[in-house]
């Protein structure tokens, strides 16, 4: 059995490890094919794909990308796409767009209620400038001792309805999934218990709508295991992957060593009925 991991972040987006470091980690973790996924952004896949050469695992070029559906951002994940596809960069460019005014916005909102200097600390914490977002304002905040950790920045202040909460329009889903398409790679619904659970979820109606469309637009991917599931949400969503006819992925969604729920790979097995996605892709020599 090959150890896979489709889903994690670097410092070209709001991991910790730069894409050098966290390839060497996934292989010292026993990892043999990975997937650099960082947010809205597609520059630290070359160095990535240099180390896992020399490490000897196989690197997949991947994005999560934002997207603003009805009332709810989803994260649309691409995976075998091609770094060099011209409208896949320029899409991206366009999402990455309005990060730096809605930072602004995050910040003013924060000093209003009284936490000052917050953009200066957040732009210490965000290595790659056009990909601040609301994990780099979570360590300032954890830094300067507003909260103990950063799930709890999210939860007093970074979420729906709290102060530094900005809401902003991402990618169409229509283009996400052809961005990531028309390069070559495979649209992935990333961890959609994320969707349905929380004060503001999604309900299993709205779910079923949203695959109904995800499919229909060429979504063929949906992950069953990831780091954002509970094992209960493992069948869970496996059962929707059998109903819609899609692609199982599994990732752990690792950020950095002291930040992330699931380490580096040694992900659970996907349940039985999955066909996983990398089922089709070329067997890798282990
Ligand atoms: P942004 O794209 O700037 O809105 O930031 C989204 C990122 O924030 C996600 O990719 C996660 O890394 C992080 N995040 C979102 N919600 C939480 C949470 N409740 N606890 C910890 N990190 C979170
Ligand atoms: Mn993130
Ligand atoms: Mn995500
Ligand atoms: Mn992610």
């Known amino acids: 059995m090959l150890d896979y991991d489709l889903h994690c972040h670097s410092t070209f987006s709001d991991g910790v490890l730069t894409p050098a470091e966290l390839v060497i980690r996934a292989a010292g973790r026993g990892v043999k094919m990975l997937a650099l996924t960082d947010h809205d952004a597609l520059t630290g896949l070359a160095e990535a794909a240099q180390t896992a050469e020399a490490f000897g695992i196989k690197l997949i070029n991947g994005v999560e990308i934002s997207v603003s559906w009805r009332s709810h951002t989803l994260h649309i994940v691409g995976l075998q796409i091609d770094p060099e596809n011209e409208e896949l960069q320029a899409g991206l460019l366009g999402v990455r767009g309005g990060r730096r005014h809605r930072a602004e916005l995050m910040a003013d909102s924060l000093a209003r209620c009284g936490i000052g200097g917050v953009m200066e600390g957040a732009n210490r914490f965000a290595a790659n400038p056009d990909i601040i977002g609301r994990t780099h304002f979570a360590r300032y905040l954890v830094e300067a001792g507003h909260c103990k950790d950063i799930p709890s920045v999210f939860k007093r202040y970074l979420v729906k309805g709290k102060p530094g909460y900005v809401s902003h329009q991402w990618a169409n889903l229509t283009d996400a999934i052809r961005w990531i398409t028309q390069s070559g790679g495979i649209a992935v619904l990333a961890h959609p218990g994320r969707y349905t659970a929380g004060r503001k979820a999604m309900g299993k109606s709205t779910l079923q709508e949203l695959l109904k469309e995800f499919v229909l637009f060429g979504g063929r991917g949906i992950e069953v295991v990831t780091g954002s599931h509970t094992i209960p949400q493992y069948a869970e969503f496996a059962r929707y992957a059998t109903q819609y006819g899609l692609l199982s992925s599994c990732g752990s969604d690792f950020h950095g060593p002291t930040e992330s729920y699931r380490d580096l790979?040694?992900?659970?097995?996907?349940?039985?009925?999955?066909?996983?996605?990398?089922?089709?892709?070329?067997?890798v020599p282990v």
């Open 265 to 283: 790979g040694r992900l659970p097995d996907l349940p039985m009925e999955c066909t996983p996605i990398w089922s089709q892709w070329e067997a």
